[in-house]
Each structure stands twice: as C-alpha cells, then as structure tokens.
C-alpha cells in the first residue's frame, strides 16, 4: 500500500474518530460563538412551548405522547422539576390544570415514603426505584428524539401551605426534627438539610450522567425565596412596593452563597463521572444587569424577559436564556413575538410555559384556564422561528442593533448574519407600511426577502443598491409583524 493510500486512511480514521465524539458528547457551548450550543456536532439555540415542569413526578402524565408530540411540531427542549418541589391542584397560582399539582396518590419523587398518622413522610436516606426508573425511561426517549431536558433541581417556595407539604420540611422528612423557616431552606444556614440536599444533587448527577441531551438548573426563581429588589421597570425609579410585576428582584446575598454550593456539588460528583454537563443560573424576572457570574454557569436565564435581558448580559459570553413566558394573556401573539424578539436581542434559549399540556392533553391540543398561553398554533409558529434561526451560520451570528438606521412607526430587532447580511424583525408600532433603513459599509445590490411568521412563507422583495452607506427599501408587514431576510445579491 503506498504512503498516500495509509495517510488518507489514517485522516479518513481521524475524521470518523472526531465526528464520532461529536455525536457522544453531552450538549455544551459553541466554542466559536457562546451564546449559542452545540450538539452532535452542530450549532443549537434551544426554542420551545413546553408543559408545567411536571412530566417526570406526575405519575398521570403521558411524557412519551408528550415527547413524540414536541418532536413531531419541531421543538427540541423541555424543563422538568425533580420533586424537591411540586404543587397543590387546589392552590396553584390560579391553573386550572397543572402538570405541577399531581393528585396526592399520584405524585412520584427520588426518595421512598411511609405513612405516618395519615401524613407521607420522606425518607431521604433511602431512593425510590419506581422515580428513576420513570426518570430513565423520559431521558432515553427525550434523547432518541433529540430534545434537551433542562433539569431544575430546586425551586423557591412561594407560600406556607406548600411548604406545609414540602418534602424538605423537618415535619414531613422520615427522620426529621425541629422546623425550619422556609425562607432558610435555600441559604447554608438550613441546618442538616444542607447534607441532604447535598446528597440528593448527588445521586441526580450520577444517574443522569449517562445522557447527553440536558443541563442542569440550580433553582427556580431563586429570588422568590430572598428578593433583593434592583431595579423597578414602571418608570418610578423606586426599589420598593409589594407588586412584583413592575419591579426586578436578585436573589441575595444567602442565597447566591448555597446556589454556589449546589454548583459546586454538581462539578464534583462529576469530576470522578465519564460526562460534564452545563449549569444553568436562574437570575431574574424581566431584566436585570447581572452583577457576576460563577465559573461554574454557562447559561444565565430569566423569566418573563424583556429584550434587555439579553443585551446587558451579553457580554458574559454565556448563553442567555428567556427560560419561562406567562402572565401576559393567552394570545398566540403575545409569545410569538416575545421569542422573536428576545431570539433577534442575542438570546439562545426560548421556552414558553404551554399550558395547553396537561393531563389527558399530552398532545398540546389542551384548553385550560392559566396565567399564561400555549397552542398548536404557537408551536407552528415557534417552529418557524426555530428554522429560520437554524438555516445561519450561527458561529458568526450576533445581534446588531444598530445596522437598522431607522423604520418609522415600527420597533425592530436585528441580528447579523455575517458578511452584511441581517435577519430583522419588525413590529407593528403605529405604522404597517414603512421606508426601512438599514446602514452598510458598502455600495452593494442587496437581496430583500420576507418570511411570514405564521406561515413560514417565503417571498422575495426584491433588489436595492446601497447608497452612501444607506440601504433603503419599503417594507408592508403582515398581521402586524414581518421578518426579513438582507444578503448580498448574487446576481450583481
């Protein structure tokens, strides 16, 4: 065999080698643009409409027609609650039906119970075999159809009566003694519980370790616990008052000190584990400059999120998640447009608490009465965005403001796609027809194309030459919005 012919074997050997590591490692960050993933090899922005995080510890729950149908509509992400915390069906924030508030007898979680004087007490030295092997059976299937889990280990919990039943409490624990303020619970100062919560993160990781298609979540709404109030969004400039929809609330100083031991857990148990997995941090509602990152995070998300949440942070070099929708109606339109916007602001993950899941509804087509939206047609329309983010280079992809010099009577997001070439979205804001500019550094014939984000349909605007580094074109939008395609034209 000659030199040549053992060379190419040897590289055609290395190629499969790499290609074949690609496809076996557990999802991670884009090494040339952060604020993106990678998976099998390819660049990922996670984008969804996802049920109430009770698919594993809701016994009730069909998760694989769950699955099958966010597979099917083209999401490719899912957040589940491990059964620190769950919720009570008659008191649960006003829904209707909640994935999140399992019937009593139904609920399922990693430790073994007993009954005690008609109490269920938790017994967090023993583990439930029934939990993970459910907990098994969802990852294996959410891994064959390729949907990363977003596994949220701890929440805040809001009020006493869902302490009252919390499997956390001293009082519902196998072997649990004294009390403990629930605004501790998430702090080092929580006693013997701190071991425990310890060693339950532990057996997660270990059993988790083997798949590729999750991250970690420290805690949900950690702030909720022990608000420390930054910011207040009503214009007001005040950092106080009880309504925690016009103002912006960081977890303090307690809190950030046992999330960073929780982090510090996950890293441990996996240094000795084949497989390292992201870490995400839950920072805020709304927006909010986060002041420091651990070494441990590679995802900062919030909720609710306003388009700031993505520019501020930006330079973190993290993905930037907009990890739960809600409280702003039921309209398709509302979610619609938050994804679009928040995706075009620089962000990389995009979940929309669907509540139109639940049980007997698995397959999304559910009507329920909830502070929030969800809908077939919103996952049709979410999928739109999906492949049109999917279809850019997103190595080079990052958001650029500042390319759109002006569209009167309308509010518009832009990323560049490299190259002079942007993908921009604008909305409805007095006006429905418009002269767009766009600033060039070039005298280049440009390529205008639309895309419906109802339909996904394409259609192209036309041609326009950029003069004195202004590209002006008009632009009608449809429904109110309209996203357009800008590239340099080939044919010039």
Same mark, same amino acid.
């Given at each position: ?16 080698? #790499? ?13 040339? +643009?952060?604020? $993106?993933?990678? %998976? ?8 969804? #409409?996802?049920?109430? %995080?009770? &698919? ?68 967090? &030295? ?6 993970? /092997? ?57 006693? /013997? ?17 083997? %798949? ?30 009880? +309504? ?59 909720? $609710? ?24 109606? #039921? ?19 995009? +979940? ?11 397959? !999304? ?10 809908? *077939? ?8 965005? #999906?492949? *049109? ?19 009167? !009577?309308?509010?518009? %997001? ?24 766009? !600033? ?21 605007? !036309?041609?326009?030459? &950029? ?19 800008? *590239? ?5």
């Amino acid at each position: 065999m000659s030199i040549k012919k053992i060379f190419g074997l040897f590289f055609f050997g290395l190629c499969t080698f #790499s290609f074949s590591q690609a496809q076996n490692n557990p999802i991670k960050l884009l090494e040339a +643009n952060p604020h $993106y993933f990678e %998976y099998k090899g390819k660049p990922l922005a996670l984008i969804t #409409s996802a049920e109430h %995080y009770g &698919a594993i510890l809701n016994q009730d729950f069909d998760f694989e027609e769950y699955l099958r149908t966010l597979h099917d509509e083209g999401m490719n992400y899912t957040r589940i609650f491990m059964g620190s915390y769950f919720e009570i069906p008659s008191k649960s924030f006003s829904i209707q039906h909640n994935t999140l508030a399992p019937a009593s007898e139904k609920v399922v979680v990693p430790w073994l119970t007993l009954s005690e004087n008609g109490l269920t007490k938790y017994n967090w &030295a023993a583990y439930n075999p029934a939990y993970f /092997e459910r907990l098994g059976q969802f990852m294996k299937l959410a891994q064959e159809l390729n949907i990363i889990v977003e596994v949220t280990l701890f929440s805040s919990i809001y009020n006493d009566d869902h302490w009252e039943m919390n499997p956390q409490n001293p009082k519902n624990r196998a072997v649990g003694v004294g009390t403990l303020d629930r605004k501790l619970v998430h702090t080092v100062d929580n006693g /013997e519980l701190l071991i425990l919560q310890k060693m339950y993160v532990s057996k997660l990781v270990k059993e988790l370790n083997e %798949y590729d298609n999750f991250f970690f979540e420290i805690q949900n709404e950690p702030w909720s616990d022990r608000p420390k109030t930054v910011l207040n969004i009503a214009n007001t400039y005040a950092l106080d008052g009880p +309504n925690w929809q016009v103002k912006v609330d960081l977890a303090d100083e307690k809190s950030l000190e046992w999330q960073e031991a929780i982090a510090e857990t996950i890293a441990q148990t996996e240094a000795n584990l084949p497989k390292k997995h992201l870490i995400a941090q839950n920072y805020s509602n709304f927006k909010a400059s986060v002041p420091s990152v651990s070494k441990h995070i590679s995802i900062i998300n919030f909720h $609710y999120n306003w388009p700031e949440s993505a520019t501020w942070n930006y330079h973190w070099n993290r993905v930037i998640g907009f990890d739960e929708s809600g409280f702003a109606g #039921s309209e398709d339109m509302v979610y619609r447009r938050q994804a679009w916007v928040f995706i075009l602001s620089g962000g990389g993950l995009f +979940n929309n608490l669907d509540y139109s899941f639940f049980v007997g509804k698995e397959d !999304g087509t559910g009507d329920n009465e909830a502070p929030g939206g969800g809908s *077939t047609a919103l996952r049709k329309e979410l999928n739109i965005l #999906s492949k *049109t983010i999917h279809s850019l280079d997103l190595k080079v992809t990052k958001p650029d403001q500042s390319a759109l010099v002006a569209a009167p !009577g309308m509010t518009g %997001y832009v990323l560049s796609t490299g190259n002079e070439s942007w993908l921009v979205y604008l909305i409805e804001a007095g006006k429905s027809t418009s002269q767009i500019t766009i !600033g060039t550094k070039s005298h280049n014939t440009f390529k205008i194309e639309s895309i419906n984000t109802f339909t996904g349909e394409k259609k192209d605007l !036309g041609n326009y030459v &950029a003069n004195n580094q202004k590209l002006e074109f008009p632009v009608s939008l449809i429904e109110g919005e309209i996203v357009l395609k800008i *590239t340099i034209s080939k044919d010039y």
